[in-house]
Nanobody
């Protein structure tokens, strides 16, 4: 079955960086676009970034553009989210996502807290 396992979250000061990872299994990783979402306390889950199969045209939410970079390693079946210049508004649980056979699959999430 499809499994997504996020890691790499933690507590970081404003202006700091984190790199999130999402290890995938249960599907042919290289054939599917991958996405990152986040959910702040008391708010709805929001889309953050997407990387297509060919990695040529990643897209980002305006709120993270220029600070976050999504990438993928098809040999390791892993998608990454490099987050730089983190701000308190970036605090939340970060999830990776894949739409596989018309169903959405999610990992358990990893907590990112940006605070001084």
């Amino acid at each position: 079955q499809v499994q997504l396992v996020e890691s790499g979250g933690g507590l970081v000061q404003p202006g700091g960086s984190l790199r999130l990872s999402c290890a995938a299994s249960g599907f042919t990783f290289s054939n599917y676009a991958l996405r990152w979402y986040r959910q702040a306390p008391g708010q709805e889950r929001e889309w953050v970034a997407r990387i297509p199969t060919d990695r040529s045209s990643a897209t980002y939410a305006d709120s993270v553009k220029g600070r976050f970079t999504i990438s993928r390693d098809n040999m390791k079946n892993t998608v990454y989210l490099q987050m730089n210049s983190l701000q308190p508004d970036d605090t939340g649980v970060y999830f990776c996502n894949v739409m596989y056979k018309w169903s959405d699959y999610w990992g358990q999430g990893t907590q990112v807290t940006v605070s001084s």
